[in-house]
């Protein structure tokens, strides 16, 4: 699976909570059909241009990919149809 289950040190339960969630959406088919939209479209996997609207726009891809802690290498293993 694409996204690790180890927990960060020093969050709070709201923290924790938000990271579950994070998950719940972007671990399911659906999520992570609309999730390569997201980096896809944002500049994440097409790298960037350096203007800073693009570049804030990476970031919040970015910001999602932390939250579900998500192992690009196995992420675009999965887009590539390599894994299930």
């Known amino acids: 699976m694409f996204l690790k289950?180890?927990?960060?040190?020093?969050?709070?339960e709201s923290d924790r909570q938000r990271v579950i969630a994070y998950k719940k959406v972007f671990g399911s088919p659906e999520g992570r059909e609309v999730l390569f939209d997201i980096l896809n479209r944002y500049?994440?996997?097409?790298?960037?241009d350096?203007?800073?609207?693009?570049?804030?726009?990476?970031?919040v891809a970015l910001h999602i990919?932390?939250?579900c802690a998500i192992d690009m290498a196995q992420f675009e293993k999965l887009l590539r149809g390599e894994i299930e």
């Open 43 to 48: 500049h994440v996997l097409n790298g960037h």
């Open 50 to 59: 350096g203007s800073l609207l693009k570049e804030g726009q990476r970031t």
């Open 5 to 12: 289950s180890k927990r960060p040190k020093d969050k709070t």
């Open 65 to 67: 990919l932390s939250q």
